[in-house]
């Protein structure tokens, strides 16, 4: 059976933060968001309550948003200054970035 998920981690401090998401949830947008794909769970710390990932919603022209993880450092950069609108992801161009919260 194929693996149908990644193991994504964010690097805040020394802790290295990692968590599962759906395959290919975050394809195309890890640089931007602060999160790298893993292949090795080593030195990763999973189920931590803090610190913890910044969370952002990503809306796109075709009415569906999705819920990220980013780095906390990524996170103004995203809502604020619109980094990632106008790309694609899921086939579809980014038209806002947005804090959740």
Not at 31 to 37: D, F, T
Not at 39 to 68: D, H, Q
């Amino acid at each position: 059976m194929a693996n149908r998920r990644d193991m994504i981690s964010c690097q805040i401090g020394t802790n290295k933060l990692g968590f599962y998401v759906p395959k290919d949830s975050y394809k195309g947008l890890e640089s931007e968001l602060g999160v790298k794909v893993e292949t090795n769970n080593k030195g990763m710390i999973f189920g931590a309550n803090k610190p913890k990932p910044e969370v952002v919603r990503i809306t796109l022209e075709n009415g569906k948003s999705y819920t990220r993880f980013c780095h906390p450092n990524k996170k103004i950069g995203l809502v604020y200054e619109g980094k990632l609108n106008g790309k694609t992801f899921k086939s579809a161009k980014i038209l806002s970035v947005s804090d959740p919260n």
